[in-house]
């Protein structure tokens, strides 16, 4: 997880944790990770790495504690609800080597929701305010049961709608960031046409990072140049550049295709 | 990465390495991991974990390196293309401790498609024929470009509709798996209600693999109950138990919310 560009220096960073074994499986398709990569962006932080992991307490708690060492804030989502399968609780209390308790707040929600909704509060419904020792809460302001953190680890629901209400409620524990400044330039030359001139680009302007993204829709192609930069002048001054380089190659019918 | 279950275990093994600035910045959303997920479970194969990281030569070596000693196949998507910020071929290379050569039949695929179309295979493009040295091809279907296999890492392109080609090319290669026989039971009774019975009976039928997945949608809430096993006799004696169990608690007002 070594740093790939010098641009990003000052920014926290991030790795997010997807606990499920039904994502592996591919019965479920994650819808955390985009929402989740597009906020941190937004917010000015790095997000260095994702893992999709099953539902086993060993490898959560050995990949909490490798991600916890590198990173400023690790999200995991799934494995906090009420079924056997949902350890993530356990795992973390694991990787923290701190006992599982009843979290008493944790609790008073889930009495009171469940009161609320004339059901009863049984044992493995009350199993979700069991939480590592010295955990902190996260509202869920869906379905009361809450997340927590401990220490820079922010357990969060798997349920998208819950996951997204969490990240929210989490978002000012992150600390005031600045987003990276961002330009696309879309073109319809093929990458081969312009690659090493790019290249040439991206090693002049070494602060500003330089992606080429082709799309390929219903057999019609292009390429999306993606500049990010901390520096808005920086920024501008390499876009141009990309500008001109693509309007030259443009002109120059004989490597269009 | 240690196994969760004890119900797969002789099944062949795989990682999935998702390389690619623009998923982690939220930029673009995968779409290669659901369907080579899907695909691996109906083969037989177990995807013991995904991670996506940067475009960065340093992260994909060691990345590869971790996985190619822990499981029979290692995916990788992304960053095969001609730009600079394509590193996947140097970053396998450097994994193995082998050099960077040009592969002469990719080289020969790439003039000869280049030649068809009438455009320039300058250095950019032919980059694309230069691979880890013993390396052997995977087709490319759809852009000529191939993908690469050293060893037990299998190098594919990132955008879906080659990924996905090139995936089936590779099929034969993972040898004659067994897929896992599966039952979904579909319930509207909460988790919390039959949380503990279901853990009860999770414990009886160790073989069998029970996962439980609630689904919001548009407030309607259910739970899907998932079985998994590689024996159908199992599978079908604990999904009884699961039918019965839910048929019970049915019946039983007081807990059904």
Redesign the interface.
């Known amino acids: ?4 560009g010098a641009c990003m220096s000052n920014r926290a960073t991030c790795a997010i944790i997807i606990i499920g ?10 819808a955390n ?10 917010l000015g932080l790095v ?10 307490i ?2 959560i708690a050995s990949t909490v504690n490798e991600y916890r060492a590198q990173v400023d804030f690790v999200l995991t989502t799934g494995g906090i ?5 949902d350890v993530t609780a356990r795992a973390v209390a694991d990787a923290f080597g701190v006992p599982v308790e009843r979290h008493p707040e944790a609790a008073r929600r889930l009495e009171s929701y469940y009161s609320r ?4 509060p ?4 009350m ?1 979700m305010a069991d939480m590592p020792r010295g955990a902190t809460l996260i509202d869920n302001p869906i379905s009361q049961a809450p997340g927590f953190q401990i220490e820079n680890v922010l357990v969060l629901a798997g ?1 998208p ?1 819950i996951a997204r209400a969490m990240f929210e409620e989490i978002v000012p524990r992150f600390g005031r960031g600045t987003p990276l400044v961002t330009q696309t330039i879309v073109t319809t030359l ?3 046409a312009f ?2 001139d ?2 040439e680009l ?2 002049r302007h070494h602060r500003v ?6 799309i ?1 829709e219903r057999n019609r192609h292009s390429v999306h140049l ?1 500049l ?1 930069a901390d520096d808005s002048d920086l920024l501008s001054t390499a876009a141009k550049d990309v500008d001109s380089l693509l309007a030259q190659l443009s002109r120059s019918p ?2 269009r ?1």
């Not at 997000?47 to 086993?56: K, Y």
């Not at 609800?81 to 399968?85: L, N, R």
């Not at 049984?122 to 419904?125: D, E, L, Q, V």
């Open positions: 997880m070594s740093r790939a074994d039904e994502i592996l499986s591919g019965r479920t398709t994650d990770l985009p929402y989740f990569a597009r906020r941190l962006d937004e997000l260095r790495e994702t893992r999709v992991i099953p539902d086993s060993a490898v609800g009420p079924t056997h399968d909704r004339g059901t009863k049984n044992a493995a419904r199993r349920v709608e093929p990458e081969g690659a090493s790019l290249a991206q090693s990072r330089i992606g080429s993204y082709p390929y993606v990010r004989k490597d295709s």
